[in-house]
């Protein structure tokens, strides 16, 4: 039985993304930060319905000594791994007058660190045995920049963008490492958007809508599989034509 890692695993992308690899009979090692009733509801939820194993892991991916044990966890609990989603990440918008360094430092860290760390311990465990597949997901503002007010977390998914590109570089032939660049997602990042500035934001979307969570989560499952098998080093725009 197959193994996936998803980062940020217990809400929005990352929890539709886990519940399609449920589905497929996988393995689940789910990262999370905060939160611990919503993550055991999450793991209770999927071993109930679907009857997958799922390993919890609580941990900063920011932090290199917590993603050593990580991955050591998941190998001694599974015996391997075979798809990561590097998933997990944080924004903290505001004016430029507001924006300080801590705040961009650790969106960085979240973001862009935390997918390197994870991607250098799993993913050489994936090239030592010559099969795997990352998927990173990355953001439509890594390439458009349409936000200042979002300007680090911006430079944070373009750096992701880079950051796929040079892994799959590195692990080539064995491991694919691909990202999902997603335009806007009904997630409870967005849910205190103001409506205003939805209807805005809808307007310059070709399908009129934000999109559902497992709309992402099903371009990321596809990526991992075997139909996806000669997709390395792109970045898969899902954004519902955005103008």
């Not at 609580?58 to 990580?70: F, G, P």
């Not at 030592?128 to 911006?154: L, Q, R, V």
């Amino acid at each position: 039985m197959k193994t996936v890692l998803i980062t940020g695993g217990t809400r929005g992308i990352g929890y539709a993304t886990a519940l399609k690899f449920a589905k497929a009979g996988y393995n689940l090692v789910l990262n999370y930060v905060n939160n611990d009733d919503v993550a055991h509801k999450v793991k209770h939820n999927i071993e109930d319905v679907y009857n997958a194993r799922v390993l919890l892991v609580k941990a900063d991916i920011a932090n290199e000594q917590a993603v050593k044990l990580m991955y050591d966890e998941c190998i001694k609990t599974f015996g391997g791994i075979d798809v990561i989603v590097n998933n997990a990440g944080i924004a903290i918008d505001c004016v430029l007058e507001d924006k300080t360094v801590d705040n961009f430092k650790r969106i960085l860290d979240v973001n862009l660190i935390g997918p390197f760390l994870i991607s250098k311990y799993f993913g050489k465990y994936m090239y030592e045995n010559k099969s795997g597949c990352i998927i990173n997901i990355s953001s439509t503002n890594a390439m458009d920049t349409n936000y200042p007010e979002s300007m680090d977390y911006d430079a944070s998914k373009a750096g992701l963008i880079s950051l796929t590109k040079n892994f799959a570089l590195q692990y080539s032939p064995y491991v694919r490492v691909n990202a999902v660049a997603s335009g806007w997602v009904d997630t409870d990042m967005n849910k205190d958007m103001d409506s205003e500035y939805k209807t805005k934001e809808i307007k310059k979307i070709l399908l009129k809508r934000f999109a559902k969570p497992e709309e992402i989560a099903n371009v990321v499952y596809f990526l991992s599989t075997n139909e996806a098998s000669y997709i390395n080093g792109s970045i898969i725009r899902v954004d519902g034509g955005c103008k």
